[in-house]
């Protein structure tokens, strides 16, 4: 399982996997492969990409094709621009249909779906803290819960003290939870009314937001949720939406969907066969470190490219050696995806 992508260190994956003769499936060959309809003639490896950030095309595609190799990438339609815009000002960057189309024609991409929106929602009332400048604004926009304005729309932004509750994947079986427009819009404009960001360069100001909160808080006590309809539509529209837009776009058939954050509840995971997916793909699960005929399709684990030189073959590392590349990239990079 890849996000972001970096050169040296992905032909090196490539080229231990070609090395120690691993043949390189798509998701149709790996669902062939779990039914016992068709046997590997090697032992076989599935690289995934997540999301649909453009090292995808800018890094790993180059090095695909130099090594004859071939990938799916779990793509999240509602995230991908029709062109490359000025707002795309950051080092990361969400790919753009035409370069979506490109990998997709030349066979060694092959685009598959992550949902629409990738999205995350309020879950419950305990609140957690209050947006701050700068908080949540990773480049591609996907950690940031969704939160939605008086019509039940979401909104494009937030603004600096939006209060911030518990949250999960929109895939969890957890339903919305509606926080309070009043309390948030109290919040927000105490901020406002404080100096905005300089606000939070004072000592105390999450104290004293909190009790603005609190104070509004008291005027409506009535906890609300989203309905068992609202929560079951929601789900089922952004998995047949994803699937929709890109067999329409690339006129090609999408059975198979990556849940963000590899989480699904119960329900997404019936609504994804109602929707259409023969695969649901997630991420490690206990006890179950490999893929073999007769694996459930609907719960296919997947570990992170870090373990990929755990792999039999020559030239193999250590644990001790996977754990130290990790500690040390945690340690320099804040975004380690």
């Known amino acids: 399982m ?70 799916v990438a779990f793509l999240v339609p509602g995230r991908i621009r029709d062109d490359r815009g000025s707002q795309d000002q950051g080092l990361k960057q969400w790919l753009t249909w035409q370069e979506v189309r490109e990998m997709q024609a030349s066979g060694y991409v092959d685009m598959q779906s992550h949902t629409m929106d990738h999205e995350r929602i309020f879950t419950g009332p305990q ?3 209050f947006l701050q400048p ?3 604004d990773d480049d591609l926009r996907l ?22 509750y518990t949250f999960d994947s929109r895939m969890g ?14 919040c927000i404009e105490h901020v406002r009314n404080q100096g905005g960001s300089r606000f939070f360069q004072q000592s105390g100001w999450k104290c004293e937001l909190h009790t603005v909160w609190k104070k509004a808080q008291s005027a409506e006590n009535i906890e609300k949720y989203e309905s068992v309809f609202d929560q079951r539509n929601a789900i089922y529209t952004s998995l047949k939406a994803s699937r929709d837009v890109l067999e329409e776009r690339l006129q090609k058939p999408v059975r198979h ?69 990790k500690l040390i990239r945690r340690m320099y990079k804040k975004d380690i995806y």
Request: hydrophobic share 35%; aromatic share 12%.
């Open 143 to 164: 950690d940031m819960p969704t939160v939605l304005d008086d019509y039940g729309k979401p909104l494009q932004s937030w603004e600096p003290g939006t209060p911030i």
């Open 127 to 129: 609140l957690l803290d």
């Open 2 to 71: 890849f996000h972001t992508v970096e050169p040296q260190t992905f032909e090196a994956q490539l080229k231990y996997l070609q090395r120690n003769h691993y043949q390189v499936l798509d998701a149709d060959q790996l669902y062939m492969f779990l039914q016992e309809r068709v046997p590997l003639r090697s032992p076989g490896v599935m690289l995934t990409f997540d999301d649909g950030e453009r090292s995808l095309y800018q890094t790993a595609y180059p090095l695909l094709k130099k090594y004859s190799m071939k990938a």
């Open 257 to 325: 969907v990556a849940f963000p954050w590899c989480r699904v509840g119960k329900l997404a995971r019936v609504l994804s066969q109602a929707a259409g997916y023969t695969t649901n793909f997630l991420g490690p699960i206990p006890g179950k470190p490999l893929v073999r005929p007769g694996c459930d399709p609907f719960s296919i684990p997947r570990i992170k490219d870090d373990y990929l030189f755990r792999l039999p073959g020559k030239g193999r590392h250590s644990l001790f050696r996977v754990f130290g590349r």
């Open 173 to 186: 079986d957890a339903p919305r939870y509606l926080d309070s427009v009043g309390r948030r819009r109290a």
């Open 134 to 136: 700068g908080q949540y």
